[in-house]
């Protein structure tokens, strides 16, 4: 295997020290890998690309699940020093286009199942750019010889990684060699791991939360990946008794489901030394009864798409239950009052962080509009928190509106411009309201322009975003109102519709 | 409708309403409608079946989640009935 820079060079040195150890457990496939066989697998991955004209710089759309297909993929990407733009499997082919609006990639390599829906919105909508669409498991077939050397540098791209903007449209950026090695290294370093680690991957790999805390943590230490495609709760009790995980990165709503699920109790867990949920802050309740069923501590990471993870607790004491932990080895943190100044500890501010895996800016924005969100070198949240007395963060809201739910972020004003385009709907706000578990859920507050049924209109609105949306971002709750609250000065009341 | 299945058909109703959020005056009175027509996904469903476990104190095997299983309040007082006491 050629080495190269990032993530590449970092899987290079695993093989090597590693080989014959396992590398990966594809639980939905049932197949098994060592380093050696996963690196060769990557190889003839990098090959099967190169012939179909990816090379450094350029972009792959991996639309797939947990499985050997996209780790191979994604590696191979790396190997060949091509941007890998992960994408989830659960979009539909509108949300396909509303992210790689902006991104135009070679190819795209998804599963059997959708590949023909993906061609045929590709003939479309992509028609003249030359996009392939492929399968994932018939890419290698018939592919001899190798691929080219990995390109040399830390600068070169990587990964596009997209984040909720406040318009509709996801924002998207690079991230590169050097910044995605930094993360994998952040994470080693500060965490620990080993080759006689393993992780369990059931958060999906193309998000922020998978991709570092499972995929690149295994590749950087050479801990075995174990892979679920779904989270179900006997399959993953399963995996981590017949597996010994010991590393179990998660969401808060899977850690809940679990934790209340009685027989997990008759579950052998007693290799997990490790987990932490990240995405959506994690709930006291959820926090007790997961201590209280498994024994071992459920903390909380913090980290976003712009840079992956930046702290973690991983603190013994129940005192910090509540805290998403310290920087990472090599991070800066700092909260900030609006005027930029650091608050003292307890003091609430806007969370702002330095980063060597943070990406420099949003693809496509002027300078002076990613100064807003990048300055000095500094990545401004737009979460707000504050530190405690020992620098432990603790995460209290968000400046931006996501909606977090089932582990994922929801960008209100996407799902408003599906709606919106009802005919029968006059305004729209879409806010998150408490769920039961600590979780938020996605309500829709619709003004309607005098429909007779509303029942029907409601069976029509969640259509409409069923057929354009991913189902995490299809309202739980749509409400009707007669106005949207606003303030005097046209502000939505958002704290009225929750 | 059996009394048994009435009350397995009102404490599921309260479920969604508690634990999922959704206002019970859109649960229709029609048993047969679907549940994905009140937003419920997969994650939902599940959310619903431990919350269902934990009320009739009963296991559900996960592979038995299923639309057929759980796709509409008639589907899951049927699948209930057969569980509960």
């Known amino acids: 295997m050629t080495g190269g820079a990032g993530v590449a060079a970092q899987l290079a040195a695993t093989v090597a020290r590693s080989g014959t150890r396992p590398a990966l457990v594809d639980g939905g496939a049932g197949r098994r890998l060592t380093w050696d066989e996963l690196a060769e697998a990557v190889e003839r991955r990098a090959a099967a690309l190169a012939g179909r004209d990816i ?9 797939l699940p947990n499985d050997t297909d996209f780790v191979v993929t994604f590696l191979a990407c790396q190997r060949l020093g091509a941007l890998a733009v992960p994408l989830n499997p659960l979009f539909t082919v509108a949300e396909l286009g509303r992210h790689l609006a902006g991104c135009p990639v070679r190819g795209i390599v998804t599963t059997a199942e959708q590949a023909p829906a993906v ?111 779904a989270f179900r709760r006997d399959e993953t009790l399963a995996a981590i008794e017949g597996e010994r995980v010991t590393i179990f990165p998660t969401v808060p709503f899977v850690a809940q489901t679990l934790a209340e699920t009685r027989r997990a109790a008759a579950a052998d867990t007693g290799s997990l030394r490790l987990c932490f949920t990240a995405g959506a802050p994690l709930a006291r309740e959820t926090f007790d009864l997961w201590g209280q069923r498994f024994g071992t501590p459920l903390r909380q990471l913090y980290g976003c798409s712009e840079a992956g993870s930046v702290t973690i607790n991983l603190d013994d004491a129940d005192a910090t239950a509540t805290s998403v932990g310290r920087p990472m080895k090599g991070i800066d943190l700092a909260v900030v009052h609006e005027d930029g100044t650091s608050c003292a500890p307890g003091e609430s501010g ?95 507050v619709v003004v309607h322009t005098d429909v007779p049924d509303d029942r029907q209109l409601r069976h029509d609105l969640l ?33 009225y519709l929750v | 409708m059996d009394e048994r299945l009435a009350a397995i058909d009102s404490g599921v109703r309260t479920l969604l ?69």
């Open chain 1, 350 to 444: 806007e969370i702002t962080f330095a980063s060597p895996a943070a990406t420099s800016g949003y693809d496509g924005l002027s300078p002076e509009a990613n100064a807003e969100s990048f300055a000095g070198g500094w990545f401004r949240t737009g979460d707000l928190g504050h530190l405690d007395a020992a620098g432990n963060l603790y995460v209290t809201g968000r400046s931006k509106l996501f909606i977090s739910t089932a582990g994922y972020k929801v960008d209100p004003f996407e799902v408003e411009d599906v709606i919106r385009r009802h005919p029968a709907v006059a305004d729209v706000v879409v806010v998150g309201a408490a769920g039961s578990l600590g979780e938020e859920v996605v309500k829709a």
């Open chain 1, 119 to 229: 061609a045929e919105w590709a003939a479309g909508a992509l028609a003249g750019r030359g996009t392939w669409v492929a399968v994932a498991a018939g890419l290698d077939d018939g592919v001899t010889g190798s691929a080219p050397p990995t390109p040399g540098g830390a600068d070169g791209p990587a990964l596009y990684a997209f984040s909720s903007g406040s318009t509709g449209t996801p924002k998207g950026m690079v991230r590169t060699r050097g910044q995605l090695a930094a993360e994998a290294d952040a994470f080693y370093d500060t965490v620990g791991v080993g080759e006689g680690d393993v992780i369990l991957g059931v958060v999906a790999l193309f998000h922020a939360h998978g991709l570092g805390n499972a995929l690149l943590a295994s590749v950087r230490s050479g801990a075995a990946l174990v892979l679920l495609p």
């Open chain 1, 55 to 63: 090379g450094p710089g350029h972009a792959l759309a991996i639309v």
């Open chain 1, 463 to 495: 259509a409409l975003c069923r057929a354009e949306l991913a189902v995490h971002k299809v309202p739980r709750i749509v409400a009707f109102r007669a106005e949207i609250p606003r303030s005097p000065l046209g502000k939505i009341l958002r704290k």
């Open chain 2, 17 to 85: 309403a508690e634990r999922l959020r959704v206002d019970p005056e859109d649960v229709p009175a029609d048993d047969d409608a679907s549940l994905l027509d009140l937003g419920l996904d997969s994650t939902a469903i599940l959310s619903l079946v431990t919350g269902i476990e934990d009320r009739y104190d009963v296991e559900i095997p996960d592979k038995e989640i299923t639309l057929d299983n759980f796709g509409s309040l008639r589907a899951i007082c049927r699948y209930l009935g057969g569980l509960v006491p």
